[in-house]
Nanobody, 115 residues
Framework: QVRLVESGGGLVQAGGSLRLSCAAS????????MGWYRQAPGKQRELVAS???????NYADAVKGRFTISRDNAKNMVYLQMNSLKPEDTAVYYC?????????WGQGTQVTVSS
């Protein structure tokens, strides 16, 4: 069982930046991919960005060019650098670890972007 803990959320003005961190209690090398998802009030949870063990990345169209996902296998950490934030980025952001036997989720961190 791997535990994921997100941090770094908060309130920021539009145009600002935040860096989210996801700390895993065990090795992230065992997972096929790590990712960040978000869920806004009244909306479904959606993929924001993902990164594979081979460092292949994938981004939602809405965040391409503004967000960057990265991983540090030695520290068992995954990051999401968010720049040029917009009010529509407001959501709870969740860290995800994807494996052949199932997914693991963190508890989420709130990101609020004011206009």
């Amino acid at each position: 069982q791997v535990r994921l803990v997100e941090s770094g959320g908060g309130l920021v003005q539009a145009g600002g930046s935040l860096r989210l961190s996801c700390a895993a209690s065990g090795s992230i090398r065992i997972f096929a991919a790590m990712g960040w998802y978000r869920q806004a009030p009244g909306k479904q949870r959606e993929l924001v960005a993902s990164i594979t063990t081979g460092d292949n990345t994938n981004y939602a169209d809405a965040v391409k060019g503004r967000f960057t996902i990265s991983r540090d296998n030695a520290k068992n950490m995954v990051y999401l650098q968010m720049n040029s934030l917009k009010p529509e980025d407001t959501a709870v952001y969740y860290c995800n670890a994807k494996s052949n036997w199932g997914d693991y989720w963190g508890q989420g961190t709130q990101v609020t972007v004011s206009s």
